[in-house]
């Protein structure tokens, strides 16, 4: 009670000094042509208002943040409902049930225009999902990430113009050459950490828009390939609006193949190495796990859903050139993972909605986007530094009843 | 303690210079099946840039690192990455702490059983009968180890939120689970309370006695070394200056002199 007092006490007085600090500039109005002062009194009434509840809001967060701390030191379970109710499996496939049946009916409830912006979406699930294999699961910072993106992109729609070759059969080919590139730039810098590895991911990323810009005859430069296919489906013909619900629909199916397969890896042997490589790379190969197999694994794995889904990009666009694969791209996707939570894939997919849908639908505050996109980054920084979600662990079961190899079970008293 | 015991590991001439510096002088060392032998000696003296070259992390600038393996050739671990020498039967911890935190105690050991077991990427995607086995046994084989140094009741918890001695002891669990040759411990209890330190050493023993296998750990505490290590080996300055049983090595003269001072008086 007594903190709260107090709070109270110093927000007041924090609103105080924003009224004396605004005054002149909210308050005080000169009307030059007329030669009067108009007093807009109503206006210190908001400041006060605003900056007062903004404080308070303030106080009681970092309160209740260092709370938590305090009894996270004291080595007591801090599990919020939201961690536990996803470590209930049951219920959560419940809930992944109803999610999948409701992004099934979406394109037959809503327009073509809702239709296309949640295909922008499901491309950038796909991309964060791939994103956290690197960057969540192995710790490998990857700034140059739409760099994969790109290549898939580019290879569909060179492929499409020169030799003709449909959606399907390029679809698994750009995601081999995702995963090839990442292998090749996977190689020189197994030895690189932290920002370093940065840096040159950084590098690539620019590389890769710099070539596609000059390189000409390949991929027509800034300007561009235009009319590349939309996907077929035994050579029916579609309207525009039809083929936009296909498309839909294969990224939902890639959404869920993704969400499969990222799982799955994760809680394999091989997911465990990528995990245990981010928690501490020496022990890590202390412990016997080839860390270049495990890095090069992580990247080309990666860079491997960055591939396909630029087909689907390209296809869906119809026109690409590299103003679409800036590192602007790059910086959202790894946006996408750390707000998510680095490693959550249910962490990943919400900060991908998040980040992508609210920009969508709040195009009213176009302007100040970038400006709210950075306060909100901040202040996540601040409040949940480990993302949305974060801290779910993996529960095995022991089933007792087989023991070591050769080693007899013993009782233990200690 | 058995010294007839074959030789496991032999480290003959081994020499580490950084520079200018010669942090580890000519030192030869030799581990015997089931015994336990120490390394100990003033800080600074090299002992763990000592067991960093023996695991690899540290190319050596000359000399022979040879694990005579049972019923198998001689291997020269000179220049192996860190990983192969775990392959090759040689398990670490680390003077400080280095678990994965972020990661559950059992996680933490089933990572051990990583260079013991081979499923690989797709046949993880694909999850078949056999990679379920498979995993099904890291777990088993990681709760016997967990049971093993009685962290059965942490299984779940976050390797970060152990407390001081329960992380000591889960970092042998995770090396035992590599199924090692000969163990390495890197001053396994520093930091550790009275009651913790004689809970290690009983862990230490029954480990030595009932998986038969070598252990080499690096000590400060005295106490702990003199009561369980047979062999001794006495560095200083880089140098090996003695070795023996504890009672040879608390009686030369050289030894007293570098490192236990009066202590040994008292």
Request: proline letters at 3%; one cysteine or more.
């Amino acid at each position: 009670m007594k903190i709260i007092l107090r709070d109270f006490k110093k927000s007041l007085l924090i609103s105080l000094w924003f009224m004396f600090l605004t005054f002149p500039l909210v308050v005080v109005r000169v009307n030059t042509i007329e030669n009067v002062v108009v007093w807009r009194w109503s206006n210190l009434i908001w400041v006060a208002a605003g900056s007062f509840f903004l404080s308070y809001l303030w106080r009681y967060m970092l309160a209740r943040r260092n709370r938590r701390r305090k009894i996270a030191e004291e080595g007591v379970e801090t599990r919020g409902r939201l961690q536990m109710l996803l470590e209930n499996e049951q219920l959560r496939n419940r809930v992944l049930a109803i999610l999948l049946a409701l992004a099934l009916v979406f394109p037959l409830v809503f327009d073509t225009y809702q239709t296309n912006i949640m295909v922008t979406a499901l491309i950038f699930v796909v991309l964060g999902l791939g994103l956290n294999i690197g960057v969540g699961l192995a710790g490998l910072l990857d700034l140059g990430y739409v760099a994969f993106f790109g290549l898939g992109a580019y290879c569909y729609a060179i492929l499409n113009h020169n030799f003709d070759l449909g959606f399907w059969f390029v679809l698994p080919i750009g995601g081999m050459i995702g995963c090839l590139f990442g292998v090749i730039l996977g190689f020189p810098i197994l030895r690189l950490r932290g920002d370093y590895l940065a840096i040159v991911t950084l590098g690539f990323g620019m590389l890769f828009r710099v070539i596609m810009e000059n390189w000409e005859t390949l991929s027509s430069g800034p300007s561009g390939i235009a009319n590349i296919d939309r996907p077929g489906l035994f050579g029916l013909e579609m309207t525009l609006a039809q083929s936009t619900t296909y498309i839909y629909y294969i990224m939902v199916a890639l959404v869920v193949l993704t969400i499969i397969v990222t799982n799955r890896l994760k809680n394999s042997r091989i997911g465990r190495a990528w995990i245990a490589l981010r928690e501490d790379e020496v022990a890590c190969v202390a412990m016997g796990i080839d860390m270049g197999r495990t890095k090069l694994s992580a990247y080309a794995l990666g860079a491997f859903w960055a591939g396909m889904v630029g087909v689907i990009f390209a296809a869906k666009t119809t026109f690409i050139n590299p103003a679409s694969f800036t590192f602007m791209e790059s910086a959202i996707i790894l946006s996408i993972v750390v707000l998510g939570g680095m490693g959550s894939i249910l962490g990943v997919i919400l900060g991908a909605f998040i980040l992508i849908l609210l920009p969508e639908y709040l195009r009213a505050f176009a302007e100040y986007r970038m400006l709210i996109f950075g306060a909100a980054m901040v202040l996540m920084m601040i409040f949940r530094p480990q993302g949305l979600i974060s801290g779910l662990r993996q529960v095995y079961t022991y089933k007792g009843h087989k023991t070591h190899v050769g080693v007899k079970e013993q009782p233990i008293n200690e | 303690m058995n010294e007839s015991g074959r030789k496991l590991l032999e480290v003959k001439g081994l020499t580490m210079d950084f520079g200018g510096l010669r942090a580890v002088d000519s030192v030869s060392l030799t581990v015997h099946e089931g015994e336990i032998a120490a390394l100990i000696g003033p800080n600074g003296a090299g002992k763990t840039t000592f067991f960093n070259c023996v695991t690899g992390i540290y190319v050596p600038t000359k000399g022979d690192i040879l694990l005579h393996p049972q019923g198998e050739q001689t291997r020269r671990l000179n220049g192996l990455k860190p990983n192969q020498v775990t392959e090759m039967g040689l398990a670490r911890t680390f003077q400080n702490i280095r678990l994965f935190g972020g990661m559950t105690v059992l996680e933490n050991v089933m990572i051990g059983r990583h260079c013991r077991t081979s499923s690989g990427i797709f046949r993880s995607i694909l999850r078949g009968s056999r990679v379920r086995e498979e995993e099904q046994q890291i777990v088993e084989d990681s709760y016997y180890w967990l049971n093993k140094v009685g962290l059965e009741k942490y299984v779940n918890e976050f390797a970060r939120n152990l407390p001081y001695g329960a992380q000591r002891r889960l970092e042998i669990a995770r090396a035992m689970a590599t199924d090692p040759l000969l163990l390495l411990l890197d001053e396994p209890a520093a930091g550790m309370n009275p009651y913790e330190t004689s809970a290690l050493e009983v862990l230490i023993r029954r480990i030595s006695e009932e998986e038969k296998i070598a252990i080499l750990l690096i000590e400060h505490d005295m106490k702990l070394v003199m009561k369980i290590s047979h062999p001794i080996y006495v560095m200083e300055y880089g140098k090996k200056i003695a070795q023996g049983s504890p009672q040879d090595v608390r009686n030369n003269p050289r030894v007293i002199e570098a490192y236990l001072g009066e202590e040994v008086e008292a």
